[in-house]
């Protein structure tokens, strides 16, 4: 299987709550990542946790962190219809990540409904 | 400041030309990344410049060739290129291959004809 796994499709109401959820292959991964892309644009940092945490919360958003599982997910509270784009699960660190180049999933559409 | 800043914005090239992207970041980051993202797809990487000095190159095509000729600008540098070759090119910049974040630029969408 793929070493960052991640669905494809997401679908929430306006003022809902959206969970991403991503698993990963490779136990010696250093760094999670979430960035969010936009229709024609480049890849926004939105948040990252580092491998020995489980939770890590700033503002909207929640990441948290199951490493026995190899599973992170990320919950964004009250989701906007501004918060409708393509979200990358990403980890560095580990044996493909050695040099710190990220190894992404194939990204989750989220699209909010008004 | 946590710009990585890419230039141009769009590239239409035909087969023939040899071109260049050009990418530069301010924050003293030592790692810098060159990505291939093609539509739907996620970012896959192409090179990794780690001080300077080319730590990765995915096996990508001679035809594409990296160069980094200081700790803040890293050149993509393109020739005879095929119209598979059409994506949005990404830079990213790190502190260090072990640092924390990575901050990519805004990309190149580049059209082969």
């Known amino acids: 299987g793929e070493d960052v796994e991640q669905s494809l499709f997401l679908s929430v109401r306006e003022g809902d709550s959206s969970v991403i959820n991503c698993t990963y292959t490779d136990s010696s991964s250093t760094y999670l990542y979430w960035y969010k892309q936009e229709p024609g644009a480049g890849l926004q940092l939105l948040t990252y946790?580092?491998?020995?945490?489980d939770m890590k919360q700033d503002q909207r958003l929640t990441v948290l962190l199951n490493k026995k599982d190899k599973h992170l997910s990320l919950r964004i509270a009250d989701t906007q219809t501004g918060d409708s784009a393509i979200y990358f699960c990403?980890?560095?660190?580990?044996?493909?990540?050695?040099?710190?180049?990220?190894?992404f999933g194939k990204g989750t559409k989220l699209s909010v409904k008004p | 400041d946590t710009e990585v800043t890419q230039t141009p914005k769009h590239l239409v090239m035909g087969m023939t030309n040899k071109k260049s992207l050009k990418c530069e970041q301010h924050?003293?980051?030592?790692?810098m990344y060159w990505y291939k993202q093609k539509a739907k797809k996620p970012p896959e990487l192409m090179f990794v410049y780690s001080y300077e000095k080319l730590s990765i190159n995915e096996s990508v095509p001679s035809r594409f060739s990296p160069e980094c000729p200081n700790s803040s600008l890293l050149n993509l540098h393109l020739h005879a290129l095929q119209p598979e070759d059409s994506a949005l090119y990404l830079c990213a910049s790190k502190t260090a291959p072990g640092g924390e974040t990575q901050y990519f630029g805004p990309g190149t969408r580049l059209l082969v004809l």
């Open positions: 990403a980890e560095s660190g580990g044996r493909r990540g050695s040099q710190g180049n990220l190894i």
């Open positions: 946790i580092f491998s020995n945490m």
């Open positions: 924050m003293g980051h030592r790692a």
